[in-house]
T-cell receptor, first 118, second 115 residues
Framework: EPEVTQTPSHQVTQMGQEVILRCVPI?????FYWYRQILGQKVEFLVS????????KSEIFDDQFSVERPDGSNFTLKIRSTKLEDSAMYFC????????????????FGPGTRLTVL | AQSVAQPEDQVNVAEGNPLTVKCTYS??????LFWYVQYPNRGLQFLLK??????LVKGSYGFEAEFNKSQTSFHLKKPSALVSDSALYFC?????????????FGAGTRLFVKA
């Protein structure tokens, strides 16, 4: 069964450093997402990506964050200058569907990358 | 604005007993509703969804959920709980009138099933 994969499983970095979290969505999916979950808290929407551009983003997704789909298979989340409060589990998700008909499909989540900022 | 409320942080139930995990939602338009489960150190797994039609939706692992428009609820249920059902459960909503890009998750309810 196809699945979303994420690397690395755990990333430790120093405050102020840049990190890139990588995801490989399911191959025929069209919508891509990043969420984060601070330990013990709710899953928070960061950004959605469709047709090679950001379709929606939350207030968390500020100028320090960016996403890219560089080669048609990977989907990356970059944090330019990490802060202590960026420590969280980051989940990538993807879903299938076309514009207008895709909203009702469920998302498939990767296993997550645990980011620890020291 | 969309929001989801899961009023219980934790639900405890004995194995073999029925379980209910509560969820209420708020959207400006008509919702798509989802339940996901998260096991320790794992990503979220899809359980079931309500799109349209029959208000009672059946999903994976014997779970079902009932959409109640007047009460804006989508409670998750299972007739007979298993110890292996112990996990973190998230209700989620997506507003079908806004293009469907953004899914909002509830805070999660931890289910403990005792043998």
């Amino acid at each position: 069964e196809p699945e979303v994969t994420q690397t690395p499983s755990h990333q430790v970095t120093q405050m102020g450093q840049e990190v890139i979290l990588r995801c490989v969505p399911i191959s025929n999916h069209l919508y891509f997402y990043w969420y984060r979950q601070i330990l013990g808290q709710k899953v928070e929407f960061l950004v959605s990506f469709y047709n090679n551009e950001i379709s929606e983003k939350s207030e968390i997704f500020d100028d320090q964050f960016s996403v890219e789909r560089p080669d048609g298979s990977n989907f990356t989340l970059k944090i330019r200058s990490t802060k202590l409060e960026d420590s969280a589990m980051y989940f990538c998700a993807s879903k299938t569907g076309r514009v207008g008909a895709g909203a009702n499909n469920e998302q498939f989540f990767g296993p997550g990358t645990r980011l620890t900022v020291l | 604005a969309q929001s989801v409320a899961q009023p219980e942080d934790q639900v405890n139930v004995a194995e073999g007993n029925p379980l209910t995990v509560k969820c209420t939602y708020s959207v400006s338009g008509n919702p798509y509703l989802f339940w996901y489960v998260q096991y320790p150190n794992r990503g979220l797994q899809f359980l079931l969804k309500y799109i349209t039609g029959d208000n009672l939706v059946k999903g994976s692992y014997g779970f079902e959920a009932e959409f109640n428009k007047s009460q804006t609820s989508f409670h998750l249920k299972k007739p007979s709980a298993l110890v292996s059902d112990s996990a973190l459960y998230f209700c989620a909503v997506r507003d079908r009138n806004t293009g469907g890009f953004k899914t909002i998750f509830g805070a999660g309810t931890r289910l403990f099933v005792k043998a």
